[in-house]
């Protein structure tokens, strides 16, 4: 395979927000020539300047030996690899400026988590409608609070494409001594497992918000996981790869982490504040949102009962009281686990 792993690859992350940043990081740190593509020049300025992504990863320095350009030609030129780290309703404009460039000698990593409105499509199928069938591509989709990672805790994360040679080859890419990758190729499931625990984790951050305890937050993880995992199968992925570092482990550190955006915004619904409210003050996008709406037709699409989700909904689209919605979650029709 063209580009092996060695410190003359060269790659080319776009998007700054916080992982796109961590992992530009990463990358450098450990050898390879890296460029980091904003969209916004104001703030590829202000980061070249500063050298720090003060909105997404304040407190981490980024090595001026990275390449910070708004010029995305510039950034991808002579990249063996391309991570494509945009926010998931943004992915399409972005991948959209690569058409006119030859990747025929270039892959492709998606490290976005979400679906697309309206489409309902995962990120790779975005990435292969707009660039072809032909692309070498692959997902980065794990337990991975940014903030962690760029401060050198321990962290995992699961490449999945369906070409094991590529895995094997990313594997080596990503990997290091505390970041430890796996591989899989089961592409829906990974994906939709790291798109589908942001709803759960805003329905957390709600029963956090409410005041509730471990009690709560535990079934709302746990009967979360069976629905991502009902809808999951029926869109054809494996059962367990939603027991695995893309299911439950992003699941678990989504709901848990005070870092995580997606429970933030939960928290702050269930504090008595509106969506708008929210989001007017969030510097990051909160993925979960988007995705609600999504796995909320998703769901009728697939004939899939997805209570948990369906509340989500009502709460962020029909401003439903948060506490009418877990009354009715609670008081639902008996049935066995």
Known sequence: MRGQGNSKTRIAVLGDGGWGTTLAIHLRNKGFQVSLWGAFSDYVSYLNKKRINTKFLAGIKIPENILITDDIHKAVKDAGIIIAAAPSQFLRKVVRLLKDIDLSDKIIVSVTKGIENPTLLRMTEVIHEELGRNRRLAVLSGPTIAQELARGIPTTAVIASHDNVLNKYLQDIFMAEHFRIYTNDDVIGVELG??????????????????????????????????????????????????????LGDLATTCISHLSRNRFVGEQIGKGKSVKEVTAHLQMVAEGIATTK????????????????????????????????????????????
């Open 194 to 247: 790291g798109s589908l625990k942001n709803i759960i984790a805003i329905s957390c951050g709600i029963s956090d918000g409410l005041g509730f305890g471990t009690n709560a937050k535990a079934a709302i993880l746990t009967r979360g996981l069976v629905e991502i995992t009902r809808l999951g199968v029926k869109m054809g992925a494996r059962k367990e790869t939603f027991s695995g570092l893309s299911g």
């Open 294 to 337: 999504a796995a909320h037709r998703l769901s009728r699409k697939y004939n899939v009962d997805m209570p948990i989700t369906r509340e989500v909904y009502n709460v962020i689209y029909k401003n439903k009281n948060p506490l009418k919605a877990v009354k009715d979650l609670m008081t639902r029709e008996k049935k066995g686990e």
